[in-house]
């Protein structure tokens, strides 16, 4: 690093939040998209800096990339994660990197879209300590995550991994070498045990249905445990209050009827319908189409967060 990046990048660390997505556009000519976030104490370098729409990098994070870094939209990069090398990063659409995770990028690192490192994974494309000089060996070699591809906590990709599309990387497991895709794997050294496909559901409208009435169960259930709504009702349709406002929450099924909500009262809509929205709401979210509406509101947020959370839906602000 020059004396310059050197200065932003010590300034992007103590720099409020609000201010980074600027300083970065300004001083290194970074693609920064909308609703951008990058938290206190974290600091992003690269030679060239892009950062997709509504990504976010949570506090206490540093990523100093000697090479192209390129973030995707609505991706996450989580708190205590160090990325660092003399080559660059590339991370897709909609990606996760858990806490505590630790990225070498001596070697191209990429991870394609919907991809996913649980809480202190280690991902190295380097590997020396004792003297080459002295007949030791020494690894240099780029790991390749390709898309849909969820590593578990506590994984350990070694340089020249290669992982397939579609496959899945259980907790603690050691990889070396090419994953094929459509792959579940575990173990140290880790090997296939089993293919995505076999244990992959069909999903049909009615099972859509009932898997979304299982998530709104479970999201009254966490709410009003930790304090963060009130349940009033729960028949016909639940309605929760959130601070000083009440909310009705909606199921709209796959067919049939569409539920009545009263107009006067704010109501909030799960979709499992094709191409349907409410007439007279700008509160909804719909899971064929992974959408969201874009107005900020608490109940919604907090609904979106706890689906990505704890059950990996991810959803798109819907384009005005």
Known sequence: MNILRTVIFWLLFIMPPAFKPMILRIACGAQIGRGVSIGWFSTVMGHHISIGDYSAIRPLTVIHCGGDLRIGRYSIISSFTLVYGAAGMWIGDHCYIGPQSLINTEEEVRMGDWSALGARCTVYTHGSFLPYTEGYWVRFAPVVIGQRVWCAAGVFLHPGTT????????SRSVVSGEIPGDSIVEGHPARVVNTMSRMQRTITPRRLEAIAAQMLRHFLTIGVHHGDLQLLTEEP?????????????????????????????????IICRHHWRPAQSTLWLDLKTNQRSADRNAVLDALCTFLQRYYGVQLEYEER
């Open 237 to 269: 349709h639940p309605l929760v209050q959130v601070g000083q406002h009440t909310y009705r929450i909606v199921l709209v099924p796959a067919s049939g009827d569409i539920p009545y909500s009263d107009p006067d009262q704010p109501t909030l809509w």
């Open 163 to 170: 992982i397939g599309d579609n496959s899945f990387v259980n």
